[in-house]
């Protein structure tokens, strides 16, 4: 079976009401050993969708700096999404916009992106500079793989400094993962493959546990620090920090923070995501 590319899973056809898309099952997040069904919509790829939304339907310029996404309801495979941007204010130095997505009558996702340029001044990075370890001096062998790396992972490329550590039961400031990735196509970083990228990894709780919990994101939040140019990352390398901020409580929180080969932040992220409930097993017929 061929897959679909992450190039045509990115493509809105422009209509009436929006921009619409769709998500091919192929980029589930449930296990590659089962039907698509058995996972969500992949939430980089919605992310990257939203993203192009806001830029393509808006005729944005100017380069992103901060997304931020609600996830309100998983949509289905295979089926219409229409994305809504709209301009909230627009200006010489700044741009606020808004974007609404449907699937039919229900509303899956409510996004908020602001854009900006640079100005001349010389900008200022706290702290020292740390480049991460070279993308050469890990093994290409250091990877997802196997029936339950999630279906989303084929189109990305990893190569992992730590891990994998899925059900380890890391202490909290060890719990995370630190990796290079990118997306198979090799092209060059740009903002909608970081997008998706930023997702690409099981969420940094899943490290600190040593039993399977199910978790959804509500939140999502990336803040894009440098402007990404085909010269920034030409054959798609970028490093990834994931950590554990917080689990308990129904919730957990996690951050990111993505790096150039030079060690330069490109972008931040955080996720809230909400815990399943766990519930007490019934009572048998005995008791």
Same mark, same amino acid.
């Given at each position: 079976?061929?897959?679909? =590319?992450?190039?045509?899973?990115?493509?809105?056809?422009?209509?009436? +009401?929006?921009?619409?898309?769709? &998500?091919?099952?192929?980029? /589930?997040?449930?296990?590659?050993?089962?039907?698509?069904?058995?996972?969500?919509?992949?939430?980089?790829?919605?992310?990257?969708?939203?993203?192009?939304?806001?830029?393509?339907?808006?005729?944005?310029?100017?380069?992103?700096?901060? !997304?931020?996404?609600?996830?309100?309801?998983?949509?289905?495979?295979?089926?219409?999404?229409?994305?809504?941007?709209?301009?909230?204010? #627009?200006?010489?130095?700044?741009?606020?916009?808004?974007?609404?997505? *449907?699937?039919?009558?229900?509303? %899956?996702?409510?996004?908020?992106?602001?854009?900006?340029?640079?100005?001349?001044?010389?900008?200022?990075?706290? #702290?020292?500079?740390?480049?991460?370890?070279?993308?050469? =001096?890990? =093994?290409?062998?250091? %990877?997802?793989?196997?029936?339950?790396?999630?279906?989303?992972?084929?189109? &990305?490329?990893?190569?992992?400094?730590?891990?994998?550590?899925?059900?380890?039961?890391?202490?909290?400031?060890?719990?995370?993962? *630190?990796?290079?990735?990118?997306?198979?196509?090799?092209?060059?970083?740009?903002?909608?493959?970081?997008?998706?990228?930023?997702?690409?990894?099981?969420?940094?709780?899943? %490290?600190?546990?040593?039993?399977?919990?199910?978790?959804?994101?509500?939140?999502?939040?990336?803040?894009?620090?440098?402007?990404?140019?085909? +010269?920034?990352?030409?054959?798609?390398?970028?490093?990834?920090?994931? %950590?554990?901020?917080?689990?308990?409580?129904?919730?957990?929180?996690?951050?990111?923070?993505?790096?150039?080969?030079?060690?330069?932040? !490109?972008?931040?992220? *955080?996720?809230?995501?909400?815990?399943?409930? &766990?519930?007490?097993? *019934?009572? /048998?017929?005995?008791?």
């Amino acid at each position: 079976m061929t897959l679909p =590319s992450l190039a045509d899973a990115l493509i809105l056809t422009p209509g009436p +009401e929006g921009l619409t898309g769709s &998500v091919d099952g192929e980029f /589930s997040n449930g296990p590659i050993a089962m039907p698509p069904e058995k996972g969500f919509p992949f939430g980089g790829l919605l992310a990257a969708l939203c993203a192009n939304a806001l830029r393509q339907g808006l005729e944005l310029t100017a380069p992103l700096r901060s !997304l931020s996404i609600q996830y309100l309801a998983a949509p289905a495979y295979d089926v219409p999404i229409v994305f809504t941007p709209r301009l909230m204010r #627009g200006g010489r130095s700044a741009a606020f916009a808004g974007l609404d997505v *449907r699937q039919g009558e229900r509303l %899956t996702h409510h996004a908020q992106a602001t854009y900006g340029q640079d100005d001349r001044n010389a900008p200022v990075t706290p #702290g020292p500079i740390l480049p991460p370890p070279l993308l050469d =001096s890990i =093994s290409p062998e250091r %990877t997802l793989h196997g029936p339950l790396a999630p279906r989303f992972s084929r189109y &990305v490329d990893y190569r992992l400094d730590t891990g994998p550590s899925l059900l380890q039961g890391l202490p909290g400031d060890k719990a995370g993962e *630190r990796l290079w990735m990118r997306t198979n196509d090799g092209a060059p970083l740009d903002e909608a493959r970081l997008c998706y990228l930023m997702d690409a990894l099981y969420p940094p709780a899943w %490290t600190a546990i040593t039993k399977p919990l199910a978790m959804a994101t509500v939140d999502l939040r990336y803040d894009f620090i440098a402007d990404l140019t085909p +010269e920034t990352a030409p054959d798609g390398w970028a490093f990834f920090e994931f %950590t554990l901020v917080d689990l308990g409580g129904g919730w957990t929180v996690d951050d990111l923070i993505v790096r150039s080969g030079e060690g330069r932040i !490109l972008a931040l992220g *955080r996720q809230r995501r909400k815990l399943a409930p &766990v519930r007490p097993p *019934r009572p /048998s017929a005995d008791t």
